[in-house]
């Protein structure tokens, strides 16, 4: 009864104080509390015939039957209601004072509020609320017997209530998943990677479009011939895998590809990513020739208007790319950490080789991680070596010695 008295908001219950705050921040909700006092005071009511129907119902009236005889619950089952409701009792008690919370932004949405739980704060209107909530609420559960027959007629409006709203838009929902599941998952690799790379462009490139040329201009002039060397080898590798013919001249000009982006990080400065670039590519070079080779040759299974909408996709999406790193290029450069370990270096680490300091020191367990990169790459051409070895070793002699 006392929990259900503090959902009715009776005092000197936790319920009270809290109604009596949502009708004061109802009031000051400017500039709509004309319509907030409303919904605050009727949904106040409903709850306060609901509390006395599940609180005070259930314990009055004649008994009914039922399956096995009634008995006292046991002590773990009311000790949580009981420690809760002697909690809301002891917080309605014990009044607080929020401090004023000052606005973080230059325009804020209502003026600052000070929050005072107390339950008493005197003859005002928020208290009239607070009585009139009480005695329509009396009110609507001494006549429930009358609004349970009212509610039974209008049972068939339920039908357009929110419930059926609800239903219907988990429905459609799940429809609209099934739909979109079937349009984008087609079982087909190719038509994944479109989706994918077509959802980048639509929703990057206009973002990218409105900063102009990005600072491409400043960008290409401070280009070096090496440089614009290294790009053209690594744009005729990518060209070159695209046309080729078979897919081993296809592996061949994707490692060009690979050393000439290792080449020129190792013009950059970045030594460290740049063996790590080597050995990966010859890695992946490898790999791809042990496996591609037992594959049968390489056929055009797609029409001609298929691949050219995937050279254009494609050609966007490296654009696109392209226009993501001049944008990056053209922003300035305002890094804490080079001033940091420029001082830093000789005095904490002992090193006037800044580079050096930072991978063996700053970025120790980054460069243990490339080390183990290398580490494992250096296996993995080992092993294949000495399978290949193996291979020719035991292919070499057939049944009797003779050559297969």
Known sequence: MAAAFSMAGLPPLLG???????????LRASPIPLLLVPVAVASNMLLVAVA????????????????KVPHEAPAFMWLGPSSSVSGASRAASSPGRSRRSSPRRPRPPSPPYGVKLELWHGFNLVLLKSLVTLAV????WANRARLRSLAERLAPLAALGPARLYRNGLAGLVKLAKGTASLLSAGSLRQDVRIVLLAVVALSAPLLLSRGLFGAPDALRSVRPIEAVLALIVAAGAVGTVAAGSRLAAVVALGVTGYGIALLFLVFGAPDLAMTQFAIETLSVLLFV??????????????????????????ATGALMAGFVLAVH??????????????ASLSLAKGRNVVNVILVDFRGLDTLGEITVLAVAAIGVFALVKLRLSSGAAGAAGPKGEER
């Open 16 to 26: 009270f104080v809290s109604k009596e705050l949502l009708y004061d921040a109802a």
């Open 290 to 315: 042990a496996v591609l080779r037992r594959l049968p040759r390489l056929k055009s299974r797609s029409a001609p208007r298929s691949r050219v909408a995937d050279g254009l996709l494609a050609t």
């Open 330 to 343: 053209a922003e300035p450069l305002r890094s804490r950490l080079t001033p940091f370990f420029s001082e």
């Open 137 to 140: 609420g009396l009110a609507f």
């Open 52 to 67: 006395l129907a599940v609180g005070w119902g259930p314990f009055t009236g004649a008994r009914g039957e039922t399956p």
